[in-house]
């Protein structure tokens, strides 16, 4: 079961910047920001946070899209994506296939050891209690606050995907 911390920063912007430089440093990691300012309409409706980022990961799910619920093993979070190849498997489009320059596989999701989330104004780190405890949270907490945050700024928008494909 997932326990919450808060996490407190004096400028919530701050701490965006700060976790996109960490992310760097994990094998997994996702940093999902909202840039969309105030939200109207029907994206008003949907939107529940303004940024959500996982770090390392408990578990991984990459799995055929019709199987992906029996993927799931947990009742938890999961952060990952859809690839855009598979947009032809859950949608009627033209047959306009140009061939990915890198192989995404077509999902992949993560349950994040460490998950941050915020609506904006409060962030809060939750953390798996059978996996982590308050102490390892409370660490993490320094690893974040311990980022320069002249780095950070520095590295703003440079963001880099790797991916490994193994050719056997």
């Known amino acids: 079961m997932r326990k919450w911390i808060p996490l407190l920063f004096e400028h919530i912007t701050e701490l965006d910047q700060r976790l996109v430089k960490l992310a760097e440093s994990f094998e997994i990691a996702q940093v999902l920001i909202d840039r969309y300012g105030e939200a109207s309409g029907i994206y008003q409706e949907n939107s529940r946070f303004k940024m959500l980022a996982g770090f390392g990961s408990i578990e991984t799910v990459t799995c055929a899209v019709a199987d992906l619920e029996s993927c799931i093993s947990s ?94």
């Open 75 to 168: 009742p938890d979070w999961y952060l990952g994506f859809f690839s855009y190849q598979l947009k032809s498997q859950l949608f009627k489009l033209n047959d306009f296939q140009k061939e990915p320059t890198v192989p995404f596989p077509e999902l992949f999701f993560f349950r994040p050891r460490f998950l941050i989330r915020s609506d904006g104004y409060q962030a809060l780190i939750g953390y798996d209690d059978q996996f982590d405890n308050e102490f390892d949270a409370l660490n993490f907490i320094e690893k974040i606050k311990q980022i320069s945050l002249l780095d950070a700024i520095e590295n703003k928008g440079n963001v880099q995907v790797t991916q490994t494909v193994d050719e056997s």
